[in-house]
């Protein structure tokens, strides 16, 4: 397991992002390196393209970025063995991740689909465990909405769900976040 690893959850707009910020600040206080920001936003219209771009102006100037819609584990493992001044990684976010997964690979099968994005979370996981890194990790929390009419749209809630409790499981620390609030929901004094 990675020294750190924070779990940041909630609904769309709570605050996660802002909150995750505040985190991987507060880890790179203890670890005294840089922060890499992984992004995983795809700006495939002009509202995205300005949604990332204040998310961007938001962040320390310092901080480095990737941006990698899919292959994060691969692409992260490969940026941390070029730099060894990385002490804190951020991941915003894991939902739109998992939704990219699945938009990569929508013509495949269900049972393909649930491979992929499980292997790709294993990788993940496996990843951080061997980690020097803190992480924060930042989500939605899918088990407060509504099911999904499509069957793409539940099997992505389904799949995050997976994913989030596999995340929450090696966590040293999970937040929810509601309406700008965090609350804590495990701590490494309460393991």
Request: with cysteine; glycine share 6%.
């Given at each position: 397991?990675?020294?750190?690893?924070?779990?940041?959850?909630?609904?769309?707009?709570?605050?996660?992002?802002?909150?995750?910020?505040?985190?991987?600040?507060?880890?790179?206080?203890?670890?005294?390196q840089t922060?890499?920001?992984?992004?995983?936003?795809?700006?495939?219209?002009?509202?995205?393209?300005?949604?990332?771009?204040?998310?961007?102006?938001?962040?320390?100037?310092?901080?480095?970025?990737?941006?990698?819609?899919?292959?994060?584990?691969?692409?992260?493992?490969?940026?941390?063995?070029?730099?060894?001044?990385?002490?804190?990684?951020?991941?915003?976010?894991?939902?739109?991740?998992?939704?990219?997964?699945?938009?990569?690979?929508?013509?495949?099968?269900?049972?393909?689909?649930?491979?992929?994005?499980?292997?790709?979370?294993?990788?993940?996981?496996?990843?951080?465990?061997?980690?020097?890194?803190?992480?924060?990790?930042?989500?939605?929390?899918?088990?407060?909405?509504?099911?999904?009419?499509?069957?793409?749209?539940?099997?992505?809630?389904?799949?995050?769900?997976?994913?989030?409790?596999?995340?929450?499981?090696?966590?040293?620390?999970?937040y929810l976040?509601?309406?700008?609030?965090?609350?804590?929901?495990?701590?490494?004094?309460?393991?």
């Amino acid at each position: 397991m990675s020294p750190r690893l924070c779990l940041v959850l909630g609904g769309v707009r709570s605050g996660k992002s802002a909150f995750a910020e505040s985190k991987a600040l507060e880890f790179n206080q203890t670890v005294g390196q840089t922060t890499l920001y992984v992004a995983t936003g795809v700006a495939f219209d002009k509202e995205m393209k300005d949604r990332i771009l204040r998310h961007k102006e938001s962040r320390p100037q310092e901080w480095r970025t990737l941006e990698e819609p899919v292959k994060l584990a691969d692409e992260i493992s490969s940026f941390l063995q070029k730099s060894e001044s990385t002490g804190v990684v951020i991941i915003d976010s894991i939902d739109v991740w998992v939704a990219n997964l699945l938009m990569e690979h929508q013509t495949e099968d269900r049972h393909t689909q649930e491979k992929i994005v499980i292997g790709e979370a294993g990788k993940l996981l496996r990843l951080m465990a061997g980690a020097s890194q803190a992480f924060v990790l930042v989500s939605s929390e899918v088990g407060l909405s509504l099911v999904s009419p499509e069957p793409l749209g539940r099997r992505f809630q389904d799949l995050l769900g997976t994913v989030n409790q596999w995340i929450a499981s090696t966590a040293t620390e999970v937040y929810l976040i509601v309406a700008g609030i965090p609350v804590k929901l495990k701590s490494a004094s309460t393991e």
